[in-house]
């Protein structure tokens, strides 16, 4: 089966690092023409510079997720250059609070985590959607968690703000597809990123437990095999696929 997304125009929020890097990476190399919204401009700039001077064809927006102007003028600027949005990939994301109590937990961590990772989300959906409404198709990926549906995160508010893009992702399902757009939510399991590497780092400090920490890093997986999921999920090879896509 060949993957073609040559002429797909696709944007992707938090491309710089992890997960989101190595999907740009994919996407750019099946010839896609692809946007990155993300607030890391050192790595995100490096990679978009290195892929076009490879011959692709990507662009480097700063955007805070979190803000709803400059969500609306980020995808307003990358829909004229990329001539319309097929696919959005929202990868951007924080987990802060590992390990720490409730009673602990400062409202600044739970407000930062579920205004990116959810609130972040719903304002990518709400300003994309017109235009895959009027195109009448489009793909959609949030990025929840397992951590969100079955009790195990680490952190009140991650667990929280991923249980919250399971449920957008599903009523986004229902309102979305008569208008022929798609919407998925995936679940990562434990992906070899800065991010993932920070949290176990964090839990080991507070916790002491060196044996823990190290088996947490031997199951890590390589982030390359979701960026290859997600690559199918917005193909239009997938085009009968339906609802939430767990991983390793
Ligand atoms: N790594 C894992 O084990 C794992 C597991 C489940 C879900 N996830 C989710 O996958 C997604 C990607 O995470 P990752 O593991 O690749 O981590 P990562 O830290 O490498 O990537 C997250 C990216 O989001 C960007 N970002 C952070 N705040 C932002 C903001 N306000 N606006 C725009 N961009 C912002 C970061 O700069 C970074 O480039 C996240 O949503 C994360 O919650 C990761």
């Not at 979190?66 to 250059?81: M, P, Y």
């Not at 985590?113 to 409404?133: A, D």
């Not at 309102?175 to 964090?202: A, C, F, M, W």
Request: hydrophobic share 40%; proline share 2%; net charge negative.
């Amino acid at each position: 089966m060949k993957i073609d997304l040559s002429n797909k125009k696709v944007i992707i929020t938090g491309g710089s690092t992890g997960i989101g890097k190595e999907v740009v990476k994919l996407f750019a190399e099946n010839d896609a023409k692809i946007a990155i919204f993300d607030v890391n401009n050192t790595e995100g700039i490096k990679l978009t510079n290195e892929l076009n001077q490879n011959g692709h064809d990507i662009r480097y927006w700063n955007v805070d997720v979190r803000d709803s102007n400059q969500v609306s003028g980020g995808v307003l600027a990358a829909e004229q250059w990329l001539e319309g949005v097929d696919i959005l990939i929202n990868l951007a994301g924080i987990l802060q609070g590992a390990s720490l109590e409730i009673e602990d937990f400062p409202d600044e961590i739970w407000d930062s985590v579920v205004g990116i990772n959810l609130t972040g989300s719903y304002l990518m959906v709400k300003h994309i959607s017109s235009i895959m409404k009027k195109q009448k198709k489009g793909v959609i990926i949030l990025t929840s968690s397992g951590a969100g549906v079955d009790g195990s995160s680490s952190s009140f508010a991650y667990g929280s703000s991923k249980g919250g893009v399971h449920g957008l992702s599903m009523v986004l399902m229902d309102k979305l597809s008569k208008y022929g757009i798609r919407v998925h939510d995936i679940l990562p399991g434990s992906v070899d990123t800065p991010l993932k590497n920070s949290q176990i780092e964090k839990t080991r400090d507070i916790t002491g437990n060196e044996a823990e920490y190290k088996n947490l890093k031997n199951i890590l997986v390589e982030p390359k095999g979701i960026a290859e999921i997600i690559l199918f999920m917005c193909s239009d090879n997938a085009h009968l696929l339906k609802g939430s896509i767990r991983t390793q």
